[in-house]
C-alpha cells in the first residue's frame, strides 16, 4: 500500500511540474534561456515521461532505498503520468 501511494504522490508532483500553474513560471523560464538547437531542461521538463523519470527516481531513492522500489517508482511514475497526461490533459 505504501508502494501505491508513493507511486500516486509521485504522479501528482510531475503533473504540477509539467502542468501546473504553479510552475509556469519556472517553465518559461527555462525555455527563454535554453538552446533551440539542443534536447535541453526546458524539453524535459514539459515532458511527463521525461520528469516523472527523475521525480521516480528522487522520491524513490528518499522514501524506498532499494533497488526494486525505486525501479517501480521511476519506470512507475514515467508510464503513469504519460497515461494521465494523455487521456486528462489532451
Known amino acids: 500500500m505504501d508502494v501505491l501511494l508513493t507511486?500516486?504522490?509521485?504522479v501528482s508532483v510531475t503533473m504540477i511540474v509539467v502542468r501546473g500553474k504553479i510552475a509556469e513560471p519556472l517553465?518559461?523560464?527555462l525555455m527563454?534561456?535554453?538552446d533551440a538547437d539542443r534536447i535541453s531542461v526546458a524539453y524535459?521538463?514539459?515532458c511527463p515521461q521525461c520528469t516523472g523519470v527523475w521525480i521516480g527516481l528522487a522520491i524513490g531513492l528518499i522514501v524506498f532505498p532499494t533497488f526494486f522500489f525505486v525501479s517501480v517508482?521511476?519506470?512507475g511514475t514515467s508510464l503513469l503520468a504519460s497515461v494521465v497526461d494523455k487521456y486528462?490533459?489532451?
Not at 7 to 10: P, Q, R, V
Open 7 to 10: 507511486l500516486l504522490i509521485s
Open 27 to 29: 517553465r518559461l523560464w
Open 32 to 34: 527563454r534561456h535554453s
Open 44 to 46: 524535459a521538463i514539459n
Open 73 to 75: 517508482l521511476t519506470f
Open 88 to 90: 486528462l490533459f489532451s
